[in-house]
């Protein structure tokens, strides 16, 4: 960010529609163009002169240099762009890379209706890397009613011949822009577009304003025939890439829109015209004459003044920007406001989008078909986890909905607290770096905050914890307010930084990647555990690790930590080499160990919670063996855990309790099949196990590998498991029968039975 002639700091641009030619062949009666209030379009020449092309080139490479960006992108339109010609065409494109590639890479297309699209065309933007957008509003009956030559023809077959070619050189096709009418069949129309196999669509509302709103059969009509369209599109499984239903998913998941008619990113786009004139957004057009007009040009004026003008930081202002209605909406993190444009009203843009409440109906329609059910399970991925393991691809799908499910959790806190500060900072990360905010929100005990915030019992200046670590690791400036207690600030993966006693929230600076706060000595680090090539987490710090049925150690000395290596080295060594069926979902979705106070000694203590997705809690053993045992055992909650955010395995109306062969109390039937899942890999410990200490071992396998298959059966005839959970039970049956009929000593085969026997009378079964 750099500041320009009003001394305010102003946002680059990194978009660039360039007007190759001024007219067009085709009378659209929707066009915003030539169609509506602004009419400037028929006093500017056809084309871009030679020595404005050459200007515009050095504009942009200026502003490039300046603001030292990596890439831009670069859409030459019209009018018709294809009227300017394949020469023409050649000189905008040549002489753009020849000024401005030395700087910045530069995604260089063109949007065009295809009437003149042939072979020439084609292999010219083959040569000068350029890809090619179509406008067609889907079959010919849709595409009919608007998008016609003057004379009324249709322009739908020489649309589709030129599809074609694209389709024929796919490195050139970019996509379909479809303009939304409620008249047309929305399933007909989506159906025709995918049917062209198109990298991309486009379904634009068409421009219009509180002064002249568009046509409508009812209140939320573009609403309904968007979510029309979703559900096809969400049901086929997502064939194609549909820019307005991807990013009301990413804003939902706290990620960036992709597009500007939705989403609180600042907008980074200017029109340039074929006379040079600099514009704010085309659609602008439909407001009023010279809505879109600077003043500026690029003859006398840098991109830097244009990004200082007032219209164009309008179009910058983010939450704050927006009409008060707008402010208090649930939807408006997605929403934004919708386009600017149509949020005008007799000489103001303190609005709500005309097309608000179709917009509220799409997003809360998207929201709650994605939010839980935004990840797909395969049968294949399914089967195997309930086998008992489950490898590195399984858990990582799992884990995958994981981060999406935080991503929407940490959304929906900042609605409710609207730290902007901490937000911009998450926001700028996610784009520069978003694989470091994703590490930073794998930690587990994000979501428990998140939820604890959520319903009233933990505070949402966190949030500023989170992106401070998420600055840190991305080594991007920042400044936010953050949460202390217990006289330390934590940052969620970083590490701690001493803070005042009195608590509350302090302010703390990000500088290089160096957290700093009044008075703080240096960071201390969080701890890790590490065994070969793998790492993991020892936490001991993080202030919302307090949700496990056992209360967490406080922050060990160093001599505690070294126990603890020295026993997860040992124990990891021995899962990969007598337990390696469970080694790779463990690296893909173990993050963390806490530790647990040991308040019996001699028993094993250990635990998960079901907001914490990666991490196992428990009390350091006296063996490592047994510290395997642990992690494998609680590791299948973990498993079982997520699978059941994305999946019903069992009826939620059933109240019935079960018991389970090693318990003393009834359960419902969730929890007794948690209770199994875990114990069938407990089984397949003390099964491999026995021929390393086979007097303890033998009795154990024996026990729980009949417990465990009672268990089961129990699942199984409750008649309250969903079809997916017939299932699932169905391969942990498949897994332990096999085990049932494994040799074991007689002494062990009486000691298990007499356990089970001992226990089913005890408690009157």
């Not at 993991?536 to 049925?549: N, T």
């Not at 337990?579 to 160990?593: D, I, K, Q, S």
């Not at 086979?694 to 699942?715: G, K, N």
Request: charged content about 25%; some cysteine.
């Amino acid at each position: 960010m750099d500041r320009g002639g009003q001394g305010a700091p102003i946002l680059p641009f990194r978009q660039y529609v360039i007007k190759a030619h001024s007219r067009c062949d085709l009378s659209c009666d929707h066009c915003y163009v030539y169609e509506h209030a602004d009419q400037s379009w028929a006093r500017r020449p056809r084309t871009l002169a030679p020595e404005t092309v050459t200007r515009i080139g050095e504009r942009i490479a200026e502003h490039v240099l300046r603001h030292g960006l990596d890439e831009i992108h670069v859409v030459l339109h019209g009018g018709e762009p294809l009227l300017a010609g394949p020469a023409g065409l050649a000189r905008i494109a040549t002489e753009l890379r020849r000024l401005v590639d030395r700087s910045c890479l530069i995604d260089l297309r063109v949007h065009t209706n295809g009437m003149l699209l042939d072979d020439r065309f084609c292999d010219l933007f083959a040569d000068l890397g350029i890809k090619v957008g179509v406008s067609l509003d889907g079959d010919r009956a849709a595409n009919d009613r608007h998008r016609r030559y003057a004379d009324g023809r249709s322009s739908h077959a020489q649309a589709l011949r030129a599809i074609e070619r694209l389709r024929r050189r796919p490195e050139l096709y970019a996509g379909l822009l479809c303009t939304v009418d409620v008249d047309n069949d929305p399933a007909a129309v989506y159906e025709a577009l995918v049917a062209l196999d198109p990298p991309r669509i486009d379904f634009l509302l068409p421009h219009a304003t509180w002064d002249v709103p568009p046509p409508r059969s009812s209140p939320t009509a573009y609403g309904d025939w968007l979510i029309t369209a979703f559900d096809l599109w969400n049901a086929g499984g997502r064939p194609v890439d549909v820019r307005l239903f991807d990013s009301i998913i990413r804003t939902t998941r706290g990620q960036a829109s992709r597009t500007e008619a939705i989403g609180l990113q600042p907008s980074d786009l200017v029109v340039i015209e074929t006379d040079g004139s600099y514009e704010l957004v085309d659609s602008l057009k439909v407001a009023y004459e010279g809505a879109p007009a600077t003043g500026l040009n690029v003859m006398s004026d840098s991109l830097d003044d244009v990004a200082a003008h007032p219209g164009v930081r309008a179009r910058q202002g983010r939450a704050e920007s927006l009409s008060a209605q707008c402010r208090a909406c649930p939807v408006m993190s997605s929403c934004g406001g919708g386009l600017y444009t149509h949020r005008y009203r007799s000489g103001s843009f303190d609005n709500p989008s005309v097309f608000c409440a179709d917009l509220f109906k799409l997003i809360v329609h998207v929201r709650e078909v994605t939010m839980t059910r935004a990840h797909t399970l395969p049968y294949a991925s399914l089967d195997a986890l309930a086998g008992g393991t489950g490898g590195a691809r399984d858990v990582a799908l799992l884990a995958g909905s994981q981060s999406s499910l935080r991503r929407a959790l940490i959304t929906a806190v900042n609605e409710r607290a609207g730290d902007e500060a901490a937000w911009e900072v998450l926001t700028r990360v996610d784009a520069e770096h978003g694989d470091v905010l994703d590490a930073v929100l794998a930690h587990p005990y994000i979501r428990a905050w998140a939820v604890a915030c959520l319903t009233g019992e933990a505070s949402s200046a966190y949030l500023g914890n989170i992106a401070a670590a998420a600055a840190v690791r991305s080594g991007l400036d920042a400044r936010v307010e953050v949460e202390t207690a217990g006289g330390v600030a934590y940052l969620p993966t970083v590490g701690t930084l001493e803070a005042p006693p009195s608590g509350g929230r302090q302010t703390l600076v990000v500088l290089d990647g160096r957290p700093k706060m009044a008075g703080s000595a240096a960071l201390v680090p969080v701890r890790r555990l590490t065994s070969g090539g793998f790492s993991i987490l020892l936490e001991d710090r993080d202030p919302y690790r307090d949700c496990h049925q056992w209360q967490p150690a406080p922050p060990l000395s160093d001599a505690e930590a070294d126990r603890w290596q020295a026993a997860f080295d040992e124990a990891w060594r021995l899962i990969e080499k007598e337990y390696e069926p469970y080694a790779p979902g463990l690296r893909t979705g173990l993050t963390t160990v806490v530790p647990l106070i040991s308040t019996e000694p001699g028993r094993e203590i250990s635990s998960t919670a079901r907001h914490a997705f990666g991490a196992v809690a428990a009390a350091l053993p006296a063996e490592p063996a047994i510290l395997a045992l642990l992690l494998l055992h609680e590791f299948q909650h973990v498993k079982l855990g997520a699978l059941l955010d994305m999946l019903d395995l069992c009826d939620t109306d059933d109240r019935r309790l079960f018991y389970a062969p090693w318990r003393d109390d009834p359960r419902p039937l969730e929890a007794l099949l948690q209770g199994t899942y875990a114990h069938l890999a407990v089984t397949d410990y003390w099964r491999t196990r026995r021929h390393a200490e086979p007097h303890p071992a033998q009795a154990q396998f024996a026990r729980w590998r009949v417990q465990t298959a009672e268990a089961i059966e129990t699942l199984a005839r409750s008649q309250a498991l969903t079809p997916v959970g017939e299932r699932f039970v169905a391969h942990m049956r498949d897994a332990i029968t096999p085990w049932l009929g494994e040799e074991v000593p007689e002494a062990a085969l009486l000691a298990a039975a007499r356990a089970t026997s001992d226990h089913h009378a005890a408690f009157g079964r």
